[in-house]
């Protein structure tokens, strides 16, 4: 079977270039696990790599671990001071290289006050909704981002809905409801 | 003329049964399709399963032309604000008909985007529950529709 997967023994040179990236593999597929003052620094890397050129940007997603439910956070257990933590969010980075076949996960914690990382429009203009998006959803600041705003959300909309301390039912209409049960026309 | 000298090809009603006789099979419906539901409605109008049989076959793409509002989907409270218009440019009389779980309650969508019902913004005449409802439930909702256009007092 032919493998998708950018696994570790194929990048030597990503080890080399950043020594304080991990690694681990699942299910055959391999997470590069960066810090994100690294982010701009890899992704001039994946662009312009020699044998795996990465030429397109298919996913920006973002993962909240505040709830401490999860045994990749240990330290985070959803009591209010980790609202601020540096590590509670994960930025998820899916690249293609269309030329190669390969895939490759870049992982990368951020989270503190107002969380922010360097945007990857400047390589891949592919990023300008998919920041948006997770601008919208989890309030992740892209600096350099030419234009950050919502993407799916309407502007009045207060708060970032998928973070775990956003309400479940935090409903925000724009026009008044009725009430059927009460006023019925 | 006494009523009994009348020939027999003359019939004698109310004027609001007549009227809501009329009515009730000249709906002229205007789409509001948001989600998978729409696509359940798509087979409803088409030749199988046939609106047409209700008189309820003149899909108008402007709501000033529209008497019954058909939503057929999930409402997110982006959204809300242009159904209200919609329905406020419809002319009177106006019908609406709630079709799927999505327009009737909300749904199994219960967050942050989702309006808990339609007529948490407008008023509602039919409720068609189902996730899609079947076209048979659809059809039963606009014949329900139609014996209540002919029942109610008509407004002029
Ligand atoms: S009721 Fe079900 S089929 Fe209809 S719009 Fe909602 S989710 Fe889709």
């Known amino acids: ?185 | 003329m006494p009523e009994y000298t009348l020939p027999d090809n003359i019939i004698t009603t109310k004027l609001d049964q007549f009227i809501g006789w009329a009515r009730s099979y000249s709906l002229w419906q205007y789409v509001f399709g948001t989600a998978c539901c729409a696509m359940e409605f798509m087979s409803v109008s088409a030749s199988h399963y046939d609106t047409d049989r209700f008189g309820a076959a003149m899909p108008r793409y402007s709501p000033r032309q529209a008497d019954m509002l058909m939503i057929v989907g999930t409402i997110t409270h982006k959204q809300a604000p242009v159904l209200r218009r919609i329905w406020e440019q419809m002319s009177d009389p106006k019908y609406v008909i709630a079709v799927g779980a999505c327009a009737v309650s909300g749904g199994f969508y219960r967050n942050y985007a989702t309006v808990q019902g339609a007529d948490r913004i407008i008023p509602v005449d039919v409720y068609v529950p189902g996730c899609p409802p079947r076209p048979e439930m659809i059809l039963d909702g606009i014949m329900a529709l139609q014996d209540k256009i002919r029942k109610t007092k008509q407004v002029l």
Not at chain 1, 108 to 121: D, F, L, R, T
Not at chain 1, 129 to 151: A, C, Y
């Open chain 1, 1 to 185: 079977m032919q493998q998708y997967w950018l696994l570790k023994d194929d990048l030597p040179d990503i080890f080399q270039q950043f020594p304080a990236i991990s690694y681990n593999e699942e299910f055959g597929q391999g997470t590069f696990r960066i810090a994100a003052t690294d982010l701009g620094k890899i992704f001039d890397f994946l662009k312009t790599h020699k044998s795996y050129p990465m030429d397109m940007l298919t996913d920006i997603t973002a993962v909240d671990y505040l709830s401490g439910d999860y045994a990749e956070r240990p330290n985070l257990t959803g009591r209010e001071e980790d609202l601020y933590s540096e590590s509670r969010y994960d930025l998820v980075y899916h690249f293609y290289s269309v030329s190669k076949n390969k895939r490759i996960r870049i992982i990368a914690s951020c989270g503190g006050e107002n969380p922010a990382v360097i945007s990857s429009y400047k390589w891949w203009q592919a990023a300008h909704f998919l920041e948006r998006e997770v601008w919208d959803m989890f309030g992740i600041k892209f600096e350099n981002h030419p234009d950050l705003r919502r993407v799916l959300l309407y502007e009045e909309f207060e708060g970032h809905p998928l973070r775990k301390d956003y309400p479940t039912m935090g409903e925000q209409p724009r026009i008044p409801l009725r009430n059927p049960e009460h006023d019925n026309a």
